[in-house]
């Protein structure tokens, strides 16, 4: 049961960083990709209708995080207080971008409003990758079941290392430069014209810069976290979703190459999925490896709730899952299609 | 350095009190809007159509600001209060996960379809994501609640021998009695914010003489509405809520009324201001046995006061707990005689001339979000000294490696960002409210349609 959860919950998040990630991909890439008003406008209304419902997978994946391992929700957002309160207030100003922008029409507001999307965007793309970054390295938990960590200290990673240190942004400049890569994908199957050529060439250039970091990301995640190869080697389900990975890449690679964004993006939302998929199948059952002392670990049997509980929570998330892919798929659907606003040429 | 409790119980509370304002609109006005469409669709009516157009703007700029501030609600239970997630995550997490899996779901979707999609879609539609809107913000409205309700009457839970709480009974713990009034009172107050805004926006209309036909509407529907909703909120539910209250936490309704000594025949205060060293309430003004009948429904019942109980047990804050109680009861109270009067206006056809009572309707918007908030403030002041009654008390629910200072910061960085949040709605609901319905932007092309564009 416990590990039936784990699975969920590290497969919402995963969902969270596939769908959200797009949208702020698209937030990266906003002021670079989209010059005039028009198509500025292009690029909110491609995310418009669809990027609320992505970030409640985060709200989601959270609460069954704070159902089904109580303990390390309470340890982990306590943990990384400050951090977290300062990714809420970004979260709220890019939110506030993307619904105020259209409601002045004026230069001015516009402008301000655009670059806050533009840098809200970018700064949550490297904090997430950065938070994973914490979670593949571990925290400072202690003898307390709990850590306080500073935001940066030495910056090498270690027993004294802060949120950010090389490693932790090393992941983050890597998240960054594939939520774009995958952002830009997004926009080039929504758009057309400029902005169209335009996402597709940076989607290029992220991705190359993506899998030119990958190695590097690679070696220091071993670095950190020695013990993740060896458990990898020894479960069948790592191998598997390794598998998917290099099909879903393979798909990526010849999008990006053909200029298929519609094959390109599958192909790089397969990637970040089963990337994700595969670092936390390695890392079961831990869910905060302790940089104090591996026994010190929380692990999820220690943080889970009782058995029942979990068992309820199956049942309905049985019937919820299922409605929100739904719903999904009924937006996309609903709006499929390029979109284009007044004041764009029809190519 | 006042310690860190108090500031994470002010950081709570007012990141919750603010982002509320947000909801209590959006969760009442959902169903004014369906009333609307729904008229509309029925009749073809133009003008329903281009109200409803009108509200969902302001529903709009209200729905964005509830989504924003209410992330961070989610955060703050694990951020500011580790200890009781640690013990309580394991019941109260299944409401709040559910809350995003059935309801947040649901209405991020048909918010879009709703915004974005009324020309590209069709009339039917657009009824039926409103529809889908109301239903999604009402079944939020009650997880929500239903994990209040268990930090107000715990039930369906066991307690392990570490302390920590797990689920028991998932129906008794979904459907807790405290649960079932408290969101019937709660959903009828935002019921009665929206109602008081939509008549209040009406009547101002009216007293400029704008938009003729939209503010008799607007009035007509607030109105109406808002009277119906008003009573509601007294009888049953406020009634039934406060017979809850006395059964299930008696020390509560004791300072809420000021009833500092246990007595048959108890009065009901009017006005007076509690003095709790003394233990007597100043220039008191009450009717004698109206307590013991509201509780009990005789006026010779005895009602427990709050020498009944030992003074760790009293609430922690009997002063604001008692005000905020009687600035709710009693706005509501004057909710329906103002309500009241209007509706005979309304009947006799001369509300939109009636200008003192227009201007009252005008001025009075502000009121109802008041009301809910010293509402909520009622059950939050009453609850204490415990966060999970009679379980845990909230002394012991922080985060213990967070320190005052770190929360006293971030309180001050949301408050900064808030005021700066506040003006931008104003200035953006004020500019909808200006233009009025149609108007500059209301006629094609609209303004979501721009940003959601046509089909290739």
Redesign the interface.
Known sequence: MEALWFGIVAGMLAVYVVLDGFDFGAGVLHLLVARTDAER??V??AI???W??N??W???????L??????A??????????P??ML??V???R??SI??R???QDPLWAGFWDATFALGSTLIAIVLGAALGNVLRGVPLDR?G???IPLWDSFWPGRDAGVLDAYTVLVGVFTLLALAGHGGLYLAVKT?GAVHARSLRAARLSWIGAAALFPLVTWATVQVAPELPAAAAHRPLVWLVTLLLVAAAAALVVGLLRGRPGLGFVGSAGTLFTLLGAGAAARWPVLLRSTVDPTLSLDAFRAA??D??LR??LA??AI??P??CG??V??AR?????????GTPRA | MIDALFWHRLHFGFTVTYHYLFPQLTMGLALLIVILKWRAFRTGSAIHDEAARFWARIF??NF??G???G??M??Q????W??F???????I??T???????A???E??F???F???EK??GPRLHLASAVALWAGSWLSGWFIIATNAFMQNPVGY?V?DDG?L???G?WAFVFNPWGIWQYLHNMTASVVTASFVMAGVGAFWALSGRHREHAALALRTGVIAGLVASCLMIFPTGDRHGKLLAEKQPVTLAAMEGLFESKPGAELAILGQPDVERRRLENPLVVPGMLSFLVYGSFGSTVVGLDAFPRDRWPDNIELLYYAYHVMAGLGTLFIALLALSAIQLRRGRLAETRPLLWALMLAIPFPYIATTAGWMTAELGRQPWLIYGLMRTSEGT????SAG?TLF?LL??AG?YLV?GV?FLY?VG?EIAQGPGGAHGAA?S??S???????
Do not use: C
């Open positions: 406008r292009t909110l209304a418009g209708p669809l609320d419902g970030e409640v985060l709200i989601a994946g959270g609460g069954a704070f159902m089904a391992f109580p303990v929700y309470a340890a982990g957002f306590s943990g990384f207080y400050m977290l309160m809420l207030w979260l709220i100003l939110g506030l619904e105020l259209s409601h002045v307390t709990n850590f306080h057309e709730t009782a029942h509980g309820v929570a309905w998330t919820g899952l409605l929100a719903y999904f009924f937006i609903m709006f499929r299609g390029k979109v284009r606003v007044e | 709009g700029i964005a600001l989504v924003v501030t992330i961070p989610e955060f239970f694990g951020t500011n580790s200890r997630s640690h013990v309580a995550g394991g019941v997490g299944q709040l996960a559910m809350e995003g899996m059935f947040f779901f649901l991020s979707t918010l879009g379809l915004l974005y999609g590209r879609f066991a392990a920590r797990h689920l028991a998932f985060s213990p490696q967070v770190n971030t960085g949301f960002l949040m931008l953006l500019r092309p303004r979501h721009a940003i959601a564009g046509e089909a290739a």
